[in-house]
């Protein structure tokens, strides 16, 4: 019997989490996660899930730096495979640019209190969402229900049966 690996990722803070399970959310234990650059395709990191079908890291600065796509793919036993695209906005959505940051650096110590407030809003916003895209993921994976199966059994049979009237219907006279 086949398994397919649902993976989710989110983001809080500078840490991505990685969830990966197999059908019926049965975590994949031990499963490999390799952390790519999404263009170049070259390795930022690697690790191993835990018993949950957990993976941890904190975002690499040269991905931070260079806007990186970051390409999650999960490897688990008997070539079990599958990945999650996290883009480069998602993780870099509270960071400044670099002219702010800069004149923000000369002019004062403390940062604004309205960049302060953004980042709690966002480090929230972060939090409170990630269930609800952990459910939109689980989605997406959802296998087809006896409903669903019985649908298509029918209308297989329908288009069979509009076949054989077609084929065998009586000849026009002219």
């Known amino acids: ?8 990722a989110w983001i809080s803070g500078n840490t991505v989490t990685v969830e990966s399970n197999f059908s019926g959310n049965r975590p994949l234990i031990d499963g490999t996660i390799t952390v790519f650059d999404n263009e170049s395709k070259a390795i930022l990191l690697q690790g191993t899930g835990d018993k949950k079908g957990l993976f941890s890291f904190e975002i690499p600065p040269i991905a931070r730096e ?9 490897n688990g036993s008997e070539g079990h495979r599958s990945q999650w695209l ?8 509270d960071q400044l640019p670099v002219e702010i940051v800069a004149t923000t650096a ?9 960049d302060e407030l953004k980042q709690i809003i966002q480090e929230i916003l972060t939090q409170e969402l990630a269930p609800i895209k952990r459910s939109l993921a689980a989605a997406e994976n959802k296998k087809p229900g006896f409903r669903d199966i019985m649908g298509g059994i029918g209308y297989i049979l329908g288009l069979a049966g509009l076949v054989s009237w077609l084929k065998n219907r009586p000849a026009k006279k002219q």
Do not use: C, D, Q, W
């Open 1 to 8: 019997m086949g398994h397919k690996i649902h993976v989710f």
């Open 66 to 74: 260079k806007a990186m796509e970051l390409l999650i793919v999960v």
């Open 86 to 93: 996290v883009p480069a906005e998602e993780y870099r959505s």
């Open 106 to 114: 000369t002019t004062t110590t403390k940062p604004p209190a309205n």
